[in-house]
C-alpha cells in the first residue's frame, strides 16, 4: 500500500523518528502503525548494540528543584551536534521532569519509569537509533532540603549544581553559592565532610613532595658553592646537550654527577623530621581551604569566604549539601 504524507507525520510524532525512516519503517511494515514502531525500536536497539564500545562523552545536563527536592542528569551522546538538537535536549528534560515528579533516588528508578509506550531505558535506546549515535544516562543526583538553589552554567546545559540549605536564603545569594560551587568544584561542605582517607593520602603526598624539595635545595646550594649551574646538570639530556654547546665540560659533569648522589643520600638521611610534618600539615591545611566550600575564598569577594560571605547574611544559615555534575574533564 502506499505510504501517505499524513501517515509519515503520525509516526514521527509518536516516535521522534526521521521523516526516511518513519516512511521505510510504514512501507516494511504495509501501514501497521504498531509494526512500524517495533520496527523503529528495533532499529534503535540495533544502533545502541553496535556502538556500544563508543564512548559517549558529548551530551545534555540538566537540573530542575521542585519544592524540597532537586536532581540532575546527564543524557550523554558522542557528538556536540547531537547534544544541541533540540529533539535530545527535550527528552533530557522530560527524563528529568518524570524523575524529580517522581522524587527518584537511583538512575535504575529513573530508567524504570514509564515513558511514552515503554520505559526511559527504551526511550533513549530509540534515540539512538533516530540519530545513530551511543546514548547513556548518568550523573544521576539528587537532594533534598528545605532550600535549595539550581545553576546551570551560562545556560549550556554542559555544567549544573544544586546547593541545599539549611533554612530559607535569599534568592541571590544562593544562585551565587551554586555558581561557587560551579567555578571552584569543591569536594565537601567543610573539613568534617572530606574522608580521613583522602586527608591521610594528602599528608602523605605532601610528605613526599616536602622531602623531594629538601633534597632539590641541598643539592642546588651544593652545586652552585661548587660553581656549577643547577639548571645546567638538572638532568642527563640536559648534561649532553649542554656540554654540547660548551656550556659545561665532561669535568663539570662527572663533579656535578658527584654532587647529586652525595649530597642527596646525606640530606635523604638527615631529614628533619618535624619540619617535614609541620610543611605537610601546612600543605594539608591549604588543600582543605582549597577544596572545602566553605573555606573557599568567595568568587564575588576574594576578600572573603564562603562562610564568612554566609555568616553575614544570615548567622544561622548553614549549607546541608551540595551536588555538581560536568560533563568536561578537569
Not at 548494540?49 to 562523552?57: C, L
Not at 528508578?109 to 534515540?127: I, K, S, Y
Request: net charge negative; proline share 2%; hydrophobic share 45%.
Amino acid at each position: 500500500m502506499a505510504v501517505t504524507m499524513a501517515d509519515i507525520t503520525k509516526l514521527r510524532k509518536m516516535t521522534g523518528a526521521g521523516m526516511m525512516d518513519c516512511k521505510n519503517a510504514l512501507t516494511e511494515a504495509e501501514g501497521d502503525f504498531d509494526k512500524a514502531m517495533k520496527i523503529i525500536r528495533e532499529k534503535g536497539q540495533a544502533v545502541a548494540a553496535k556502538r556500544s564500545d563508543r564512548e559517549a562523552s558529548e551530551g545534555c545536563v540538566l537540573v530542575k528543584v521542585e519544592n524540597d527536592f532537586g536532581a540532575i542528569i546527564a543524557l550523554k551522546c558522542e557528538t556536540d551536534f547531537v547534544a544541541q538538537n533540540a529533539d535530545f535536549v527535550k527528552l533530557t528534560q522530560d527524563i528529568l521532569d518524570a524523575a524529580v515528579a517522581n522524587k527518584c533516588k537511583t538512575l535504575e528508578e529513573v530508567l524504570a519509569l514509564p515513558m511514552g509506550d515503554a520505559t526511559v531505558a527504551q526511550a533513549v535506546t530509540d534515540r539512538s537509533g533516530i540519530t545513530g549515535e551511543k546514548m547513556e544516562l548518568d550523573g544521576y543526583m539528587v537532594l533534598e532540603g528545605a532550600t535549595i538553589s539550581a545553576y546551570n552554567h551560562m545556560n549550556r546545559n554542559g555544567l549544573c549544581t544544586m546547593v541545599a540549605f539549611n533554612k530559607n536564603v535569599d534568592e541571590q545569594l544562593a544562585k551565587q553559592v551554586a555558581m561557587q560551587v560551579a567555578a571552584m568544584n569543591p569536594i565537601a561542605v567543610d573539613e568534617d565532610g572530606v574522608s580521613e582517607e583522602v586527608k591521610q593520602k594528602e599528608i602523605e603526598v605532601a610528605i613526599e613532595k616536602t622531602k623531594v624539595e629538601q633534597v632539590q635545595k641541598a643539592v642546588e646550594a651544593a652545586l652552585k658553592k661548587a660553581n656549577i649551574n643547577p639548571a645546567h646538570v638538572d638532568s642527563e639530556d640536559h648534561m649532553e646537550s649542554n656540554m654540547a654547546k660548551g656550556w659545561i665540560t665532561a669535568e663539570d659533569v662527572a663533579k656535578a654527577k658527584e654532587i647529586i648522589a652525595t649530597v642527596s643520600a646525606e640530606k635523604a638521611a638527615n631529614m628533619p623530621e618535624q619540619m617535614i610534618q609541620n610543611i605537610a600539615k601546612g600543605r594539608l591545611a591549604k588543600f582543605l581551604k582549597e577544596v572545602c566550600l566553605l573555606n573557599q575564598e568567595d568568587i564575588m569577594d576574594a576578600k572573603k569566604t564562603v562562610r564568612e560571605v554566609l555568616k553575614e547574611a544570615d548567622p544561622e544559615l548553614k549549607v546541608v549539601d551540595f551536588k555538581r555534575f560536568t560533563l568536561r574533564a578537569e
